[in-house]
T-cell receptor, first 114, second 112 residues
């Protein structure tokens, strides 16, 4: 596979469930990002990892827990979510986060919280 | 408070004509601007960018214009093609880091 892949593509979960979103990049990049896109809102940066270290947490609630075991994989662990967390979650990668490298996005996971 | 605004949620243009997508920003610290294009069920893909030291950047059918005094940028697509039908996002960046601030997007439909 090439580029940035995300699984699952669609997820429906109850507020008491625990689930994880997975992102994998095959571009040899060292920075990975999680974005959230809610209806009629701009993409919002959630987390940034550079060389597996978290460099940015954009005031994201603790019910979202990121994990970056290596430069190619990024997870977003979800627990006790709220209906307003329903959104498109996009993963991106770039060569590094310390400079203006182009970001490559995955197709996203459409999350619905019931 | 949105720092990057795309006030037109949608735009319809005939094939062969010019498409003009607009973007306004409020943060005067932004010095690098990008346009991304998104098809349904796909992630956004980078289209074209411009640094604040320039007022125009051209790449084939796509040209981005920057008016720093008005804090306004626009993307021109000419001639428009049906394959250009997508959602276009404006994004801005400060300094050297790659943290992007996005607009809400404009859905462009190019009709035959």
């Amino acid at each position: 596979e090439t580029g940035v892949t995300q699984t699952p593509r669609h997820l429906v979960m109850g507020m008491t469930n625990k689930k994880s979103l997975k992102c994998e990049q095959h571009l040899g990049h060292n920075a990975m990002y999680w974005y959230k896109q809610s209806a009629k809102k701009p993409l919002e940066l959630m987390f940034v990892y550079n060389f597996k270290e978290q460099t940015e947490n954009n005031s994201v609630p603790s019910r979202f827990s990121p994990e970056c075991p290596n430069s190619s994989h990024l997870f977003l662990h979800l627990h006790t979510l709220q209906p307003e967390d329903s959104a498109l979650y996009l993963c991106a990668s770039s060569q590094a986060s310390t400079a203006r490298y182009e970001q490559y996005f995955g197709p996203g996971t459409r999350l619905t919280v019931t | 408070d949105q720092q990057v605004k795309q006030n037109s949620p949608s735009l319809s243009v005939q094939e062969g004509r010019i498409s003009i997508l607009n973007c306004d920003y409020t943060n005067s610290m932004f010095d690098y601007f990008l346009w991304y294009k998104k098809y349904p069920a796909e992630g956004p893909t980078f289209l074209i960018s411009i640094s604040s030291i320039k007022d125009k950047n051209e790449d084939g059918r796509f040209t981005v214009f920057l008016n720093k005094s008005a804090k306004h940028l626009s993307l021109h697509i000419v001639p428009s093609q049906p394959g250009d039908s997508a959602v276009y996002f404006c994004a801005a960046n400060t300094g050297t880091a790659s943290k992007l601030t996005f607009g809400t997007g404009t859905r462009l439909q190019v009709t035959l």
